[in-house]
């Protein structure tokens, strides 16, 4: 709702003004009384009750006069949008090595997963008008959440990620397999898969070059990263006592297959030492993979000024109706 001169709507401010200077007023004395008590109890009577009413009727109606004149009216807006929509199928590894502790998150040394969760969620954030699901892989792939708009919902599906969650192992080429299931018969303009993993394909039954190539001829892009500090990472580990302790750990990444698998595909490989490094890929990536948007406003005012001055009308109708009774 809106008003075409809501600076008219000020002149509302003066009704109180006309209220107070109406009830120090009062009318005069129309009748000659034997006794002044006799009038000063009518006169009481006329001020406090009729009086009083037909004041308040005249002052509503001139606000109601005065929000006619502001020109009220109800406006229904739609708004069409058309995008260029991606569909998005984010793989994240959930294997045991993903609980080494060579990130860190607001300062602080955290397990890989939880810099990556962190990530992925700045990631969605980005991408509003696209579809996204999510995989999350081990020992073999499984589905947390399919395409969808609902972005809320994946990131509650996101968060729910935590390793053990799927038998342990690095099914890399069963998860490519998986995510190009999802999207291969979809017919959005652009089908891609993000696939980040820590370390090297030892489970599965299908090869990561072979679900490249699967993935390369239904037309869909595959993004590899590999995240991991080179060399040795702290890995957190339960000794015969029940204590947790940090060992290092070397770290294993096939960069070689994951580079094949994006470059077969059309894509990139990336490799993610640390935080900062993680949250560029996966800006790099949105910025790539853009979408279009054209908007479409439409804009319709219903007039509304009939009503408030329709009963500001009938207001001073009844007012002239009732001060008519009154006068005999």
Not at 2 to 22: D, G, S, T, Y
Not at 72 to 81: A, L, R, V
Not at 200 to 215: D, R, S, W
């Amino acid at each position: 709702m809106r008003f075409v001169h809501p600076e008219l709507l000020w002149l509302l401010m003066l009704l109180p003004l006309l209220a107070v200077i109406k009830g120090r007023r009062g009318p005069g004395p129309a009748l000659v009384f034997s006794t002044t008590a006799i009038a000063s109890t009518l006169a009481r009577g006329r001020r406090t009750r009729p009086g009083r009413i037909l004041s308040a009727i005249r002052l509503l109606a001139i606000g109601l006069l005065i929000v006619g004149l502001a020109r009220p009216q109800q406006g229904n807006t739609t708004t069409e949008i058309n995008a260029s929509g991606i569909d998005i199928m984010l793989a994240v590894d959930v294997s045991g090595s993903m609980q080494a502790m060579d990130f860190t998150l607001h300062g602080n040394p955290v397990d890989r997963l939880d810099v990556v969760k962190s990530v992925v969620d700045q990631f969605i954030d980005a991408r509003p008008n696209d579809r996204i699901g999510l995989i999350a892989f081990a020992g073999r792939p499984y589905l947390v959440s399919p395409l969808t708009l609902d972005h809320d919902w994946l990131r509650n599906r996101l968060d729910s990620l935590s390793i053990g969650m799927v038998e342990d192992g690095t099914a890399i080429g069963s998860a490519i397999g998986a995510g190009v299931n999802r999207l291969r018969n979809e017919k959005a303009k652009s089908r891609i898969m993000i696939l980040l993993t820590d370390g090297m394909n030892n489970a599965g039954k299908v090869q990561p070059l072979t679900a490249a190539e699967a993935a390369e001829a239904l037309n869909i892009k595959v993004y590899t990263i590999g995240a991991g500090t080179r060399g040795e990472a702290p890995m957190p580990i339960v000794d015969t006592f029940g204590r947790k302790r940090l060992i290092q750990a070397k770290v294993d990444i096939d960069e070689e297959t994951l580079t094949k698998v994006a470059q077969i595909t059309g894509a990139r490989y990336f490799r993610a030492t640390d935080t900062k490094s993680l949250e560029e890929i996966y800006n790099e990536i949105n910025k790539m993979e853009t979408t279009t948007r054209t908007i479409k406003n439409f804009e319709h005012y219903r007039e509304l000024f009939p009503i408030p001055v329709l009963a500001a009308l009938l207001l001073f109708g009844l007012e002239l109706i009732w001060e008519n009774k009154r006068l005999p």
